[in-house]
């Protein structure tokens, strides 16, 4: 039995879909003449200062309080002023994305490094973007929409990759697993600061509820190597943390270039991409 009702189609939902993707791409790659209105008088914002407010609400309230009207009131100005400049919020998302990737400037004083210096530092400033931006974590990354900032920063960290001994996935499978590798760490520890905020049960509370019992299992015997650990075991610091886990990732992949260049012997690279 099939609807009559208009937007059920899938294939309507697709053209829906592919409509806002074209409009925010327009958007993000300066094809709309998009600080200035289509149409009406002279206008009194930009879209730089509409992306610009709607980060810091989102950064403040995070992504499910970010409205069109939310950024309109923000502004102090009418909600429908906004989409002379942003169709909706879909397209506004994608402009934030974009605009809180590292600023070009940054990457080019750094150029030339070699290519684990280069990652440590993609690392890092990865893990700046989602502790400073937690709404990043809510964004379904999987297809995500490109734009010069952050098409930049990957050209910048392929830069790094130029001269190794590696294919075009083998490349794009370095960065994927770096990217993952903090996204996941990142989630994590904003997790963690969350829980406390969302129970009302501070970690001291917390942890040392849960410390009898684990206590009684030790003494019982069935946790032997969880008593083993000294007592620092678990207040490494986040950040340290995933600079460790980089580290150890980086090694694997050194590796795996060192044993590819004794395989080569000196013969050229065969790009496999």
Not at 45 to 66: F, H, K, M, P
Not at 153 to 176: I, R
Not at 204 to 215: A, G, K, L
Request: overall charge negative; some cysteine.
């Amino acid at each position: 039995m099939t609807s009559n009702h208009p937007g059920t189609d899938p294939a309507d939902h697709g053209r829906d879909g592919l409509t806002r993707l074209v409009r925010s791409l327009d958007l993000l790659w300066g094809r709309t003449g998009q600080d200035r209105p289509a149409r009406g008088p002279k206008p009194g914002l930009t879209l730089a200062q509409i992306v610009s407010t709607a980060v810091d609400i989102a950064d403040r309230e995070g992504l499910t309080a970010l409205s069109m009207r939310r950024v309109a009131t923000g502004l102090g100005v009418g909600t429908m002023s906004l989409y002379r400049y942003v169709p909706g919020k879909d397209e506004l998302v994608a402009l934030m994305y974009d605009h809180v990737q590292a600023v070009p400037d940054e990457r080019e004083q750094r150029r030339g490094e070699d290519w684990r210096a280069t990652l440590e530092l993609i690392a890092e400033r990865s893990w700046e973007l989602y502790t400073t931006h937690t709404w990043l974590l809510q964004i379904n990354q999987a297809r995500p929409v490109l734009g010069p900032r952050s098409t930049a920063g990957l050209d910048f960290a392929l830069a790094a990759l130029e001269d190794l001994p590696l294919g075009g996935q083998e490349k794009m499978n370095v960065l994927v697993a770096l990217e993952n590798l903090v996204m996941g760490a990142a989630r994590s520890h904003v997790l963690y600061q969350q829980a406390a905020l969302q129970s009302g049960v501070t970690d001291e509370e917390f942890w040392r509820t849960q410390e009898p019992y684990i206590v009684r299992g030790m003494e019982e015997g069935g946790l032997s190597r969880l008593a083993a650990l000294p007592d620092d075991a678990f207040t490494a610091d986040p950040a340290d943390s995933t600079r460790f886990a980089v580290r150890a990732l980086l090694d694997g992949f050194q590796h795996l270039l060192d044993q590819r260049r004794a395989a080569l012997r000196g013969c050229p690279v065969e790009d496999e991409s």
